[in-house]
C-alpha cells in the first residue's frame, strides 16, 4: 500500500495543487442545487460508472453511523487497528481545517494532488452518458471512495454524514456496522421522531453481518430493522461491558463469538467517550481483529481527535451542537473542576438547537460570549445572546466572529479560568485557525 507523506508548505504561498483544489471544491459547492440531497440513486448511478460498487473496497469495511461519538469511535477504530499492525483508511465528515482531514490513509491526509485525481475520475464517471448532478458530500464520498479501492488497505473505517439509509456511504456494503448514539439533529432531514431516526441509522445493517451498538439508549427501531434484515446485533451493556478500575484506568470484556471471553484490563483512559472506545475494541474483534493488550493500551494512549475535548492550555474545544453532546461536555467539566470561571465561547448555526444546548451548559457555565457565524444557516451572536438571556444568564460580549470572540476573552482570562469552545465546526474551525494564527 501506497503511505503518503505530509507536505509542509511555507506559510506565505499557496502551491499550485492548493490553489486547484481550493478551485475544485469552489465548483463542487457550485454545482447542485441543494448542499444536502438524501437518496442512492444518483450516487449509485456514478459509483456504478466508476467500477465501485460490488468490489472488494477493502478487506475489512466497518461503517460507523450516529448522531454524536461518530467520529471518535472512528479515530479509536483508526489507531486500534494501526497499532495491530493493519493498513487503514478512514473517510469522515465535515473537516474543521482543511478539506485533505476527511481522507486518511495509514494514519496520514490525503495529499491535495490524491483529491484532486478523486475528483477528476467522479467527473469523468458523472458525464459519460447521460450527465448526474451530484452534491458536494456525494463527489467527495465517491472520490475518497475510488482512492480507497486503488489503495487496498486491510481496513477501511467510513463515516455516514448524516442519516444513513440514504447517506452516500451507503453504496458500500459494510462487515461491521456502527451505531454510536441516536438523538435529535438535523431534524429537517431526518425528521423529530427518534424511531425514525433509528431506521435510518440501521439502514446501514446488511443481512448476515453483525451489526454493534454502541449506546445503551437506542430506540427500539434499531432492534426492529435489525431482525427485519437478518443482520446479528452485538449491544454495549448486553454482549460487551465495560468498566473503571481505577483512575484514568479501565477493562473491556468482549461479547459475540469472536469475543466471547475476551477481556483487556488496565486499558488507559483516551479522553474520548469510553462507550466509544468500547464500541471500538468490539467492532474490531467482529472485523477479524486478534486484540492484543500491549498494542491497545498503546493505541488508547496516543490517540487524539481535533476538536473533541481538545486541550489547549486553557481552552477546551468540542465539536458539540446538539443538547445530546452538551450533556456529555457538561459532565466531563463537571467532573473537572476548576478555580476559577467557566466561559463558554458559543456560535451555533441558525438550524440547531440553542436553548437544548445551552440548557445543557448552563450548570458548568460561569460566564458566556456568543459569536456570529457566516454563511447562508448562521446565526448571528446577538439572537445567540437572546437565547442565553432567556435561559437566566447573562453574555458578557457578543462577537462578529469567533476569533474576534477569543481575542477579546484571551485578554480577560484569569489564569484559573477555563473555556469552552462548543456549538459547531465552524465555530471550533476558526478558533484552531486562529490560535495557529
Not at 454510536?180 to 423529530?192: C, F, K, N, S, V
Not at 457578543?398 to 465552524?426: H, I, K, M, N, T
Amino acid at each position: 500500500m501506497t503511505v503518503l507523506s505530509r507536505r509542509v508548505e511555507p506559510a506565505v504561498t499557496r502551491p499550485a495543487t492548493s490553489r486547484r483544489l481550493e478551485a475544485w471544491l469552489a465548483q463542487l459547492e457550485a454545482a447542485h442545487p441543494m448542499g444536502i440531497d438524501l437518496g442512492l440513486d444518483r450516487v449509485s448511478e456514478v459509483g456504478r460508472r466508476m467500477g465501485l460498487l460490488g468490489i472488494t473496497l477493502a478487506r475489512r469495511v466497518i461503517t460507523v453511523a450516529g448522531t454524536n461519538g461518530k467520529g471518535s469511535t472512528v479515530a479509536m477504530l483508526e489507531a486500534l487497528a494501526r497499532a495491530h499492525g493493519l493498513s487503514t483508511a478512514s473517510y469522515t465528515s465535515p473537516h474543521l481545517l482543511r478539506y485533505n482531514e476527511r481522507l486518511r490513509l495509514n494514519g496520514v491526509e490525503a495529499s491535495d494532488n490524491m483529491l484532486i485525481a478523486g475528483f477528476e475520475a467522479v467527473e469523468a464517471a458523472r458525464l459519460d452518458g447521460s450527465p448526474v448532478s451530484l452534491s458536494y458530500f456525494e463527489v467527495g464520498t465517491l472520490a475518497a471512495l475510488w482512492a480507497i479501492a486503488g489503495s487496498q488497505p486491510d481496513l477501511a473505517i467510513l463515516e455516514v454524514g448524516l442519516g444513513g439509509r440514504l447517506d452516500a456511504v451507503n453504496i458500500i456494503d459494510a462487515d461491521v456496522a456502527v451505531i454510536t448514539t441516536i438523538a435529535r439533529d438535523h431534524a429537517e432531514y431526518l425528521g423529530d421522531d427518534l424511531d425514525g431516526i433509528g431506521r435510518e441509522k440501521a439502514g446501514i445493517f446488511r443481512a448476515g453481518r453483525p451489526a454493534v451498538l454502541g449506546s445503551r439508549d437506542l430506540p427500539e427501531s434499531v432492534r426492529a430493522t435489525a431482525a427485519e434484515l437478518g443482520t446479528t446485533i452485538v449491544a454495549i451493556g448486553d454482549a460487551f461491558h465495560w468498566q473503571e478500575a481505577g483512575p484514568s484506568v479501565w477493562c473491556w470484556q468482549g461479547g459475540g463469538c469472536a469475543a466471547a471471553g475476551l477481556s483487556l484490563d488496565d486499558l488507559p483512559d483516551p479522553g474520548l467517550p469510553l462507550d466509544n472506545a468500547a464500541t471500538a475494541l468490539q467492532a474490531l474483534t467482529l472485523a477479524d481483529v486478534a486484540l492484543d493488550v500491549v498494542a491497545t493500551r498503546r493505541a488508547l494512549a496516543d490517540v487524539r481527535l481535533p476538536g473533541r475535548m481538545q486541550w489547549l492550555g486553557q481552552w477546551c474545544l468540542d465539536v458539540g451542537h446538539n443538547p445530546h453532546a452538551a450533556a456529555y461536555l457538561a459532565g466531563r467539566l463537571h467532573a473537572m473542576p476548576c478555580k476559577g470561571r467557566t466561559w463558554i465561547l458559543l456560535g451555533m448555526l441558525g438550524d440547531k438547537d440553542a436553548d437544548g444546548v445551552i440548557g445543557a451548559l448552563a450548570a458548568v457555565a460561569d460566564a458566556w460570549v456568543t459569536v456570529t457565524l457566516e454563511g447562508v444557516r448562521a446565526r448571528s451572536a446577538a439572537e445567540l445572546a437572546e437565547h442565553v438571556q432567556a435561559s437566566g444568564a447573562a453574555v458578557a460580549f457578543q462577537a462578529a466572529s469567533p476569533e474576534a470572540g477569543a481575542e477579546w476573552l484571551s485578554g480577560r482570562l484569569a489564569p484559573e479560568d477555563r473555556v469552552l469552545v462548543c456549538g459547531s465546526f465552524f465555530t471550533v474551525g476558526a478558533i484552531l485557525a486562529w490560535m495557529q494564527a
